[in-house]
RNA sequence: GGGCUCGUAGUCUAGCUCGGUUAUGACGUCGCCUUUACAUGGCGAAGAUCCGGUGUUCAAAUCACCGCGGGCCCA
């Protein structure tokens, strides 16, 4: 008999024949029913190239949550994003020009951006495609489209009318020689050479001397409290007294806080607005009332005194004078010390205050947990990042950003009165070059307004990606039927920012809950566990290895490699050598497909055996499948498919499938049998290895797709799993006599079957050759 | 620096909830074998102080505590 399949090998170039042809038969195009499984897929972020490997392993794990909801009978809606807002395309678009965003005009910046956001994109679509992603790639949308940032603003407008988003001043990154607010991203830190002075600051009540040691005397009209660690004996009784600033005669307490290093200084250190970024962790924490002592001109503010209106530096060095002429200098220092500088302009960076658009969060939070505990979270491990996040969060969420490249903030001001002027939702507004949409202030009827300039923080725009998906305020009916979602897929590093901001804004805005499923996965790391990046040179570009290996061995290998939640490492040799499975399911399949498909037949035992195996690998396989974790079955069905199936059931069934000393119907059960295992384990892996299953289904069994089949059902045969290692023990040991007294596997041998495996006699005496005892 | 989280052969992993064989299986490595649908294969071997320490116990990979290391987030 001619096998059906001619090639020896699995040809993974075949796959985007057979892309084409699910494109053409339009098998993934969703159409709204009333069981809709909703993925709120992740739009990702086109930051550079290449695209991280670990992230197009995501993809093609959460293509297989797709799939096997689809092949679990549910109408899956499985839509594809990109999102495009935010710095890092700024940054990338300014290095890859040589240009700063401030100093060419806004407009051409935004179009240098959406090209390089263009080529980025059309990438990770292409990766997409290729691993096999069953989405819905004909509608794909941008976070940057009119459509999209016209929705995050109505979102913002609807927010708005709340009362939930007020304005508040809060600490900045600021460059003061070009003027703008920087990123954590822009600064740069180096080693620079300035003077610890050492201040004799007077407790209240016993007029002791402390002193305290700082680089930053200037601030002395900023300082509001002084702290000590809690463990400094010098300092244990004067917890909690006062103490008299030198120079200001300002009074502020001692505080015992950790972040004070007793080895530092003296151990005692000013705490003022602000220094540096911990000095804002610390008047957060504490919540002290701030001091802007620094204004957006970088000079000293009227709080200064007489300093007023000199730089920092220049104001230090009169300060010293000062602190010495008053004798109030114990000793000063050179050192040398990190200081955050501005990438761009080299200039020290000040921390100054300043207003920013904020969106009420903490009275939210008990809210928040409640709809955490509703949550399912795979694995379960993971709801706890969310949970402590929900416990840490101290401040509202800053949602305005002075960047370019985001959703405008839509806001216009009167120029009269600073009333600020937001419009109806229903038009894409960008307030920095549009004209304001009313004529007349409302308070003071003004006619001249100034358009907001700033944008949004990013996640204000991937926050509402379930409400965008589902046509929230579009489509009634198709949001009823599609929302809240069936699952947030992502991966652990954005639970605090991505999934908390969804939770909270999907529930201001609708009362309910985005998802009922949260799935998150692990980070990829390289292959000795460290993180990837593009500057240590350990990035793994997937382009290359996708061609190839193939999508269905880079499917099979994330499946199999990762486990559910885990940080993972990515190898190209260990996702090479993963082919080798697929390899053998090929050849497994081009041996059957010598046999004719039949209905039915005379089973033996062995055949009963392994059905019943076949019937426990289904169990194990849907119950990991339950829990999306493809871990379980993808080892499982390799387990079954190289150990049970081919090493040992085709070796036994061999001899009656050929019909060789058996009779028809005991052929006929051999034959049957096969094909229903084979069948099976092709369903089963249909999730995982869309394509191969696909190829060698249509081949053997079916014109139509395995994409529109079931997950096979257990049949609850008799359980014979107890004979599988005995089975096994006894053909080894055939097998390696054999091999010993170098026989061929086909000559004839004196081995008696032992008793416990009477029941497969017949088979086992036909497969082995063995002289009848 | 803080919070969280994880730690079983070179790598991935089972076992850990509820303590009790010689710690499971795979990849990789090494050796042997043209022999079956498959050398993209088969058979076999080596490889683990179960991160370290202490405690509880007749008994600890498993339970408790203290460290160390990786990762993530925040600073």
């Known amino acids: 008999m001619e096998p059906k399949i001619a090639e020896k090998a699995w040809d993974p170039k075949l796959e985007n024949t057979i892309l084409k042809k699910w494109e053409e038969e339009k098998l993934y195009d969703f159409q709204l029913s009333d069981n809709n499984y909703t993925i709120d897929t992740p739009p990702p972020y086109p930051s550079g190239r290449p695209w991280h490997i670990g992230a197009a392993s995501h993809y093609a794990q959460i293509d297989m949550i797709a799939r096997t909801a689809r092949m679990s009978g549910k109408n899956v809606y499985f839509p594809i994003g990109i999102d495009r807002n935010g710095l890092p395309v700024e940054l990338y678009t300014e290095k890859k020009h040589g240009i700063r965003m401030r100093e060419i005009e806004r407009g051409e910046f935004l179009e240098l951006c959406k090209n390089a956001l263009d080529d980025l994109e059309a990438e990770m679509i292409q990766i997409m495609k290729s691993l096999g992603l069953s989405g819905d790639f004909k509608n794909y949308y941008r976070t940057d489209s009119e459509d999209y940032r016209k929705f995050t603003q109505e979102t913002f407008i609807d927010l708005w009318k709340k009362g939930v988003i007020y304005l508040a001043t809060r600490p900045n990154n600021y460059d003061w020689v070009s ?246 939702s229903g038009e894409y507004y960008r307030p920095w070059k549009d004209k304001c949409p009313t004529e007349k202030c409302e308070k003071c009827g003004n006619t001249e307004f100034t358009g907001e300039e700033r944008t949004f923080d990013t996640w204000m725009d991937s926050s509402v990606s379930p409400l965008f998906v589902t046509k929230f305020n579009r489509d009634e009916e198709f949001f009823k039927k599609t929302y809240p979602t069936a699952i947030r897929p992502q991966a652990k590093d954005i639970v605090r920012t991505w999934l908390y ?170 034959i049957f049998t096969l094909h229903k295992v084979l069948s099976t384990i092709l369903k089963l892996l249909a999730p995982i290895t869309p394509f191969i299953t696909e190829h060698l289904w249509q081949t053997l069994y079916s014109q139509d797709s395995i994409h529109k089949e079931s997950l096979p059902d257990i049949e609850n045969v008799e359980d014979m799993s107890e004979m599988t290692q005995l089975l096994s023990e006894f053909n080894s040991k055939v097998w390696n006599e054999k091999k010993q007294k170098e026989l061929s596997l086909k000559d004839s041998i004196k081995i008696d079957v032992p008793e416990t495996l009477n029941q497969f006699k017949k088979d086992l005496i036909a497969m082995h050759n063995l002289e009848s005892n």
């Not at 040992?648 to 119907?665: N, S, W």
């Open 179 to 424: 003027g703008t607010t920087i990123a954590d991203a822009e600064i740069v830190y180096e080693e620079i050479p300035t003077k610890l002075v050492y201040m004799k600051f007077i407790t209240k009540e016993t007029k002791k001397e402390i002193i305290i040691a700082s680089t930053r005397p200037e601030l002395l009209c900023a300082c509001k409290t002084v702290i000590v660690n809690p463990n400094d004996e010098r300092y244990s009784d004067l917890i909690g007294k006062e103490l008299i600033v030198p120079l200001t005669n300002n009074e502020v307490k001692i505080t015992p806080h950790h972040s004070a290093k007793i080895e530092f200084g003296s151990g005692a250190v000013m705490v003022c607005s602000y220094g540096d970024q911990n000095d804002v962790a610390l008047f957060r924490e504490l919540q002290l009332g701030e001091v802007i002592a620094i204004g957006l001109d970088g000079r000293m503010t009227e709080v200064a005194g007489e300093y007023q209106g000199l730089k920092p530096k220049q104001a230090r060095t009169k300060i010293i004078e000062d602190l010495k002429n008053a004798n109030l200098v114990e000793k000063i220092e050179d050192i040398s010390h990190r200081t955050p500088l501005s990438e761009r302009s080299k200039t020290p960076i000040e921390i100054v205050p300043m207003e920013e658009y904020y969106l009420k969060q903490k009275d939210s939070l008990e809210k928040m947990k409640k709809l955490g505990e509703e949550i399912e979270f795979y694995p379960n491990m993971h709801k706890q990042i969310l949970m402590n996040w929900l416990e840490s969060i101290s401040i509202d969420w800053p949602i305005s950003r002075r960047r370019f490249y985001g959703t405008e903030i839509p806001i216009w001001y009167c120029n009269e009165c600073s009333e600020p002027f937001v419009p109806e």
């Open 501 to 670: 901001y969804t939770l909270l804004r999907c529930e201001k805005l609708t009362g309910q809950k985005p998802w009922s499923e949260a799935w998150v996965m692990g980070y990829g790391l390289d292959e000795k566990g460290m993180k990837m990046s593009k500057s240590k040179g350990n990035a793994i570009d997937p382009i290359p290895v996708i061609e190839k290996s193939g999508a269905d061995t880079f499917r099979f290998w994330s499946a199999s490699e990762i486990n559910q939640g885990y940080d993972f490492r990515c190898s190209e040799q260990k996702i090479e050598s993963t082919r080798k499975f697929l390899s053998k399911l090929w050849n497994v399949s081009r041996f059957l497909s010598s046999f004719p498909v039949i209905k039915s037949g005379q089973l033996s035992e062995s055949d009963k055996w392994i059905l019943s195996e076949l019937d426990k690998l289904i169990s194990i396989c849907k119950e990991g499948y339950s829990k999306y974790n493809f871990f379980i079955p993808s080892t499982a069905i390799r387990e079954f498919t190289w150990n049970i199936f081919a090493a040992q059931y085709i070796e036994i069934a061999k001899a009656r499938a050929y019909g060789i000393g058996f009779t028809d119907e005991e052929r006929d059960g051999a």
